[in-house]
């Protein structure tokens, strides 16, 4: 880890001398999006600014117990102007769900991330090190001067919890712990949050999983799981996508497992790939074979459309099957 402070100057500055700020983040916003972008909302209104959280599709089931979600502008881009757009949990232009408004209405464009990427969005406070975006959210508090509230920690113990997979990824570090402890000691109860974020899903999810895992297939002398979703398991059951999306965890914790992909048709007809690794082999490596990326630990690549599922399924393992020397 590097020693040289992780905020500019110009950074720091740009916060404290603003008096609007936008805040928004990725597509398909996960609990570390949700809860950084609403506990960023608290420290900056505890500074007295004027905040708007843009999600464009809305604050997901499992995140929206978390405190400002109701103030969540969703749909087509608040009118502004802003004097500072703050992304979180992104730097990659192409993974924002609508596209960043002009430079008359967002002002600065700010960001705090911790993903590998090339993006090109502005003033960037990107660090692969750290296991979650909330951790970066709660650190700028810090140096901003501002105790934490209540709210504010349980947004960040709610993009730490859900970023390090429970606190069971690779990048869990004491401070992740550490901020975590400062959460509960400042009114966060583990299992109220644990029942909204892993234990409030649809009774019909049980029946998609059930299907879904029957596909399972191992190749590769069992180092590589692959699920394939059937073409109208979602429409028969009456769920959404948000059904899958922990799902490739489990062909993950089978014993001798290297890689475990979820493979689904998109409703634009390309094949949509979710790779998960068990630690030695780098999936968004594998993912940039096919034109994806990613974590190490977690990637995704697409074919195109006309792609079979199955061959997508044996493409993946003849790359992987190179790498593994199988
Ligand atoms: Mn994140």
């Known amino acids: 880890m590097s020693d040289e402070p992780r905020f500019s100057d110009s950074f720091l500055i740009s916060i404290r001398e603003a008096g609007s700020v936008l805040l928004t983040t990725h597509r398909s ?13 608290h420290m900056l209104e505890a500074l007295g600014k004027n905040v708007v959280v843009w999600i464009p599709s809305g604050v997901p089931g499992p995140y929206a117990f978390l405190p400002g979600t109701d103030g969540v502008h969703v749909g087509e881009p608040p009118p502004g102007p802003f004097d500072v757009t703050l992304v979180v949990d992104t730097s990659e232009p192409g993974l924002l769900e609508g596209d960043l408004p002009g430079p008359d209405v967002c002002g600065k464009v700010l960001v705090l991330d911790h993903h590998l990427s090339g993006g090109t969005l502005g003033d960037e406070v990107v660090r692969v090190e ?27 113990y709610v993009a730490i919890l859900t970023d390090t997979g429970m606190f069971r990824y690779d990048l869990t570090s004491p401070e992740s712990h550490r901020i975590a402890a400062r959460c509960l000691e400042l009114g966060v109860r583990p299992y109220e949050v644990a029942r909204h974020v892993y ?15 029957g596909t399972v297939h191992l190749d590769l002398d069992g180092t590589f799981a692959t699920l394939v979703v059937p073409p109208d398991l979602l429409s028969r059951h009456g769920v959404s996508e948000e059904a899958l999306e922990e799902v490739v965890g489990y062909p993950r914790g089978i014993e001798g497992v290297e890689v475990a992909a979820l493979i689904r048709r998109k409703a634009d007809g390309r094949v949509r ?18 034109g994806g990326g990613g974590h190490f630990g977690a990637a995704g690549c697409d074919f195109p459309p006309g792609t079979d599922l199955s061959e997508a399924r044996r493409r993946l393992a003849s790359v992987l099957g190179e790498k593994l020397g199988r």
Do not use: K, M, Q
Request: aromatic share 8%; glycine share 10%.
């Open 29 to 41: 916003p996960d609990g570390d999006a949700v809860g950084s972008s609403l506990a960023a909302a």
């Open 130 to 156: 750290v296991a979650a975006t909330g951790e970066l959210v709660w650190e700028l508090a810090g140096l901003l001067g501002l105790a934490p509230s209540g709210d504010f920690a349980i947004c960040v």
């Open 199 to 213: 234990e409030s899903y649809p009774a019909a999810y049980l029946s998609v999983w059930a299907e879904l895992l």
């Open 273 to 290: 790939v979710s790779l998960r690794s068990t630690g030695r082999v780098n999936v968004a490596e594998l993912a940039s074979h096919f």
